[in-house]
């Protein structure tokens, strides 16, 4: 099946520090991929779509110059959080589409646990 | 703007038993409707997806329907195992989703134990 990897899966670092996550489609080419944020017992609130070649799409609220995302690659999206404060820590989730087909179904990374100190 | 609720929040069950969680949505313009398991501090697995034009999906001892016209979604877990405990999430794709920028609005989730 369809996997998603995900690195790395745990950061903890000290504040104004800047993170990088990757995002690997493993199996599959992702034209798209998508970058998700889960507070604590909360459900998954998109961030941005990632969109190989061209500028990530972000949602309302969410800071483009704090969370930078490139897409070099079918297999590879990048998210980069600047300047990182504790309010940025979280858990942060990547999904990939297969480009087959629209009806696909997203499938998701293992996310990474953010702890800024 | 479309809202996905879950209910119950958490609920417990005896191994053995069949049980059925719930997902709602408030707009019924849904391309599709997905199902996915989320294990304590990992990411989220695909269980099974509906498209609008289906009425149900199986996958094992799993089965998902799909009322779209009264917002509603079930997925049914057959003789449940400890290994089925884990947090359900429901998750719908709008029709106004434009290729490459489908946005999925997740339920809060349903936090299943299944007791030995």
């Known amino acids: 099946g369809a996997v998603v990897s995900q690195h790395p899966s745990r950061v903890i670092c000290k504040s104004g520090t800047s993170v990088k996550i990757e995002c690997r489609s493993l199996?599959?080419?992702?034209?798209?991929m998508f970058w998700y944020r889960q507070f604590p017992k909360k459900s998954l609130m998109l961030m941005a779509t990632?969109?190989?070649?061209?500028?990530?799409?972000?949602e309302q609220g969410v800071e483009k110059d704090k969370f930078l995302i490139n897409h070099a690659s079918l297999t590879l999206s990048t998210l980069t959080v600047t300047s990182a404060h504790p309010e940025d820590s979280s858990f942060y989730i990547c999904?990939?589409?297969?480009?087959?087909?629209?009806?696909?179904?997203?499938?998701f990374g293992d996310g990474t646990r953010l702890s800024i100190l | 703007k479309q809202e996905v609720t879950q209910i119950p929040a958490a609920l417990s069950v005896p191994e053995g038993e069949n049980l059925v969680l719930n997902c709602s949505f408030t707009?019924?313009?849904?391309?599709?409707l997905q199902w996915f398991r989320q294990d304590p501090g990992k990411g989220l697995t695909s269980l099974l997806l509906?498209?609008?034009?289906?009425r149900e999906q199986t996958s094992g001892r799993l089965n998902a329907s799909l009322d779209k016209s009264s917002g509603r979604s079930t997925l049914y877990i057959a003789a449940s195992q400890p290994g089925d405990s884990a947090t359900y999430l429901c998750?719908?794709?709008?029709?106004?989703?434009?290729?490459?920028?489908?946005?999925?609005?997740f339920g809060t989730g349903t936090r299943l134990t299944i007791i030995p």
């Open positions: 990632s969109n190989e070649g061209s500028k990530a799409t972000y």
């Open positions: 509906i498209q609008s034009s289906q």
């Open positions: 998750a719908v794709r709008d029709t106004g989703s434009n290729f490459g920028n489908e946005k999925l609005t």
């Open positions: 199996d599959f080419q992702a034209t798209t």
């Open positions: 707009d019924s313009a849904i391309y599709n």
């Open positions: 999904s990939a589409r297969d480009r087959g087909w629209l009806g696909a179904p997203q499938h």
